[in-house]
């Protein structure tokens, strides 16, 4: 059973900067694409930043430019470096893991809250 174990979260102003981290542990088959996902309050979960096997990377429009995406296969661990943090990315980061049978699974979720 793959789980996924997320770090990184937390409060910061306007501004700043975090960097989160997902370790997967626990797969059995190949992973197609790692990723990140929020949810702010009263909203959607939706998608942040995905990187492929291959590298390739897909961002949410709303963090394009500002977030990057990255990824050691030897450690099976996602990063999400997050710069010129807004309010409105206040939400609850999920990492993601797809493999190759195809399954999904999901963290357990970092909160990150930004404000003055």
């Known amino acids: 059973q793959v789980q996924l174990v997320e770090s990184g979260g937390g409060s910061v102003q306007p501004g700043g900067s975090l960097r989160l981290s997902c370790v997967a542990s626990g797969r059995n088959s190949a992973i197609n694409a790692m990723g990140w996902y929020r949810q702010a309050p009263g909203k959607q979960r939706e998608l942040v930043a995905v990187i492929l096997s291959g590298g390739r990377t897909n961002y949410g429009d709303s963090v394009k430019g500002r977030f990057t995406i990255s990824r050691d296969n030897a450690k099976d661990t996602v990063y999400l470096q997050m710069n010129s943090l807004k309010p409105e990315d206040t939400a609850v980061y999920y990492c993601?893991?797809?493999?190759?049978?195809?399954?999904?699974?999901w963290g357990q979720g970092t909160r990150v809250s930004v404000s003055s």
């Open positions: 993601h893991l797809s493999d190759g049978i195809p399954r999904s699974y």
